[in-house]
């Protein structure tokens, strides 16, 4: 059974199509520049890059289908190939705890909720639509970003606002990342080979969170309402006194509706730094003596350590702290930071296994360590192939 896995952005669309008899990515691509002039899309199995425009997500998805069956640089001979469809939906509300077969309700209900994820859920939508009209009669899926966190506790998702105010407009915690966390948190389950485990997953990249995960449930995750709240990231500024944000605005010169594009775009380790929202630049930067790229990195650590903190609290400890993401994969930096003087919780790093770590999945914890301390490559599209391929198989 193939699946394709799609990805839609508000101006972009990625997609992996994956073979599900053996997990294995028979191609994907990118669409760039959607409802814009010069639409691009790149194709893996694509020598360069072919250039059209897009002007909605229905073109786009016709010219995804059209590289997928080039004679010469395609992958599959007909779309009776493509067994079903999963589909990244940012936003779930209260309305689904689970993964779901699309149907008119189902849309319906998305659009409902399109006002949570404004920046996302439209592109989303859009996408969704778009694939019913081309690929008619092919199963699809809606995993959503938030389902995951939706074993949060009424403790841990509410806000201290009035009650009347969070049922009208249901304004709490909803958390994101979420086919991430669920995937490597199964796969540390896995590993561990006990599902009664007690786990800290950091996903750490340009947008990052970090979740409390008990018996492979959510208990508390560091994004709120939206993707804004928690981590220092690369350009959102993460936890902050609501307080400040209007005194910011009228000291910057911002308008209302500005403050929370400023928030997510102008911050975090961008807005530190003066220069780039990369680890990377960043690390380079600190090396050769930046001092305020040393305190963006300084600052992205210190805060993962807070809530990897506060989530031992929440769990009464941990049986592995894992690391995903594009910096907990790959910065071998800010995963000693945040484990430094962690021996009390009985999680010790090894800083030669640390530093020597390069791909998949590895352990960097010390021999003495009572907790184990992993890396763990998150792979988002074959979790949601994996949920698609559940809900559709025996249709």
């Known amino acids: 059974m193939k699946i394709l896995v799609v990805n839609a952005g508000s101006s972009s669309l990625k997609y992996q199509l994956i073979d599900m008899d ?230 910057v010169g911002l308008k209302p509706e500005e403050v929370v594009n400023y928030l997510n775009k102008k911050c975090g380790m961008l807005g530190i730094s003066g220069f780039s929202s990369d680890m990377r630049d960043c690390t380079e930067a600190m090396e050769k003596g930046d001092e305020r790229a040393k305190l963006a990195i300084e600052m992205v650590a210190y805060r993962v350590k807070k809530y990897v903190g506060s989530y031992l609290a929440v769990l009464g400890g941990a049986d592995a702290i894992v690391f995903t993401g594009g910096i907990g994969e790959h910065s071998a930096l800010v995963r000693s930071l945040v484990m430094e003087d962690m021996e009390y919780c009985g999680a010790v790093l090894s800083e030669k296994k640390n530093k020597e770590y390069s791909s998949g999945v590895g352990e960097i914890s010390a021999e003495n360590s009572k907790v184990k301390i992993l890396v763990l490559p998150t792979n988002e599209e074959l979790s949601i192939a994996r949920e698609t391929k559940i809900l559709t198989q025996n249709k």
């Open 22 to 251: 053996n997990e294995s990515v028979v191609l994907k691509g990118l669409c760039e520049r959607i409802t814009f002039e010069g639409g691009v899309l790149t194709q893996k199995t694509f020598d360069g890059r072919e250039t059209q425009d897009m002007p909605t997500h229905k073109e786009a998805m016709q010219l995804v289908i059209e590289a997928m069956l080039d004679k010469e640089k395609g992958a599959i001979k007909s779309m009776s190939e493509i067994g079903a469809v999963g589909h990244r939906v940012l936003h779930s509300g209260e309305d689904f705890k689970e993964s779901v077969v699309i149907d008119d309700e189902v849309i319906r209900i998305c659009e409902k909720n399109a006002e949570l994820g404004p920046l996302h859920m439209p592109g989303n939508i859009a996408c969704i639509k778009s694939c019913r009209e081309v690929m008619p009669g092919v199963p699809m899926v809606a995993v959503f970003d938030t389902t995951f966190h939706s074993t949060m506790p009424q403790k841990a998702y509410m806000y201290a606002i009035p009650y009347e105010v969070y049922d009208k407009y249901k304004i709490r915690k909803y958390g994101f990342h979420g086919t991430s966390h669920k995937f490597v948190s199964e796969e540390t389950i896995k590993l561990l080979g006990n599902k009664n485990s007690k786990l800290i997953i950091c996903h750490l990249g340009n947008g990052s969170s970090v979740s409390a995960v008990k018996d492979g449930k959510c208990m508390d995750t560091s994004m709120g309402f939206t993707p804004l709240e928690g981590l220092v990231m690369g350009t959102r500024s993460g936890d902050i006194d609501p307080a400040a944000v209007d005194y910011l605005r009228v000291k």
